[in-house]
Each structure stands twice: as structure tokens, then as C-alpha cells.
Nanobody, 123 residues
Framework: VQLQASGGGLVQAGNSLRLSCTSS????????MGWFRQAPGKEREFVAK????????TYADSVKGRFTISRDRAKNVMYLQMNNLKPEDTAVYYC?????????????????WGQGTLVTVSS
């Protein structure tokens, strides 16, 4: 399974971006998926996850109320709508496909990873 993340860029604080993650195989539609991010000089951290059927969305406290995860199983695409972006959201964002239909925020639950897309938020 190959995952391709896209949609990153440079935006001003308060603006929005939508990230997309396209999967190369339909088998990923039966797996949970998630978004993680890694800021400069920091470890990669969980952002959001969604179960195979679109339920069970969970968010990191830092993005709750601002970010929305969704997926279109028919198109093999997952999205991350990011609103009211803050400079501290600056990071490389990675999408990942889990080992099963449901997953926790732990990276250990995810088998396949995309290459990452850079989001830079200026103040």
C-alpha cells in the first residue's frame, strides 16, 4: 500500500488548509487511518484518526475543535480539514494506514505511512 499526502503549504495564522491522503490500494478502505505530524526538533505526534467506516474520530487536544478528519472510501482518500491554523501547527504532516479496522493514537497501530507534506503557518 502506498500513501500519498498532499495539500500542505504556507499560510497565515487564522487561515485554513485541507490535506489529502490517497491510497494506492482499495484494501486500505477496510483499515483505520490517521494523521500524525512532526514539528522541527520534536518527535512525531498523533493528530487525528478515523475508523474504517468513518466512525470513531479522535483528535489530539491541541487540534480539537479546529481540525476535522474524514474519508471517502469510494475514492480511497482521507482528508484533514485544518481551520484557524496557528504557528504551532507548523510541521510535516504524515498520513498512515492502520493494521486493523480500528486503531489507537499509537504509531504502533499503523503499518503504512505516506511521505509527509509540509504545513507552515506564519504569524
Amino acid at each position: 500500500v502506498q500513501l500519498q499526502a498532499s495539500g500542505g503549504g504556507l499560510v497565515q495564522a487564522g487561515n485554513s488548509l485541507r490535506l489529502s491522503c490517497t491510497s494506492s490500494r482499495r484494501t486500505s478502505t477496510n483499515n483505520a487511518m490517521g494523521w500524525f505530524r512532526q514539528a522541527p526538533g520534536k518527535e512525531r505526534e498523533f493528530v487525528a484518526k478515523i475508523a474504517w467506516n468513518g466512525d470513531g474520530s479522535t483528535y489530539a487536544d491541541s487540534v480539537k475543535g479546529r481540525f476535522t478528519i474524514s474519508r471517502d472510501r469510494a475514492k480511497n482518500v482521507m482528508y484533514l480539514q485544518m481551520n484557524n491554523l496557528k504557528p504551532e501547527d507548523t510541521a510535516v504532516y504524515y498520513c498512515a494506514s492502520a493494521r486493523g479496522a480500528w486503531a489507537s493514537p499509537s504509531e504502533n497501530d499503523y503499518r503504512y505511512w505516506g511521505q509527509g507534506t509540509l504545513v507552515t503557518v506564519s504569524s
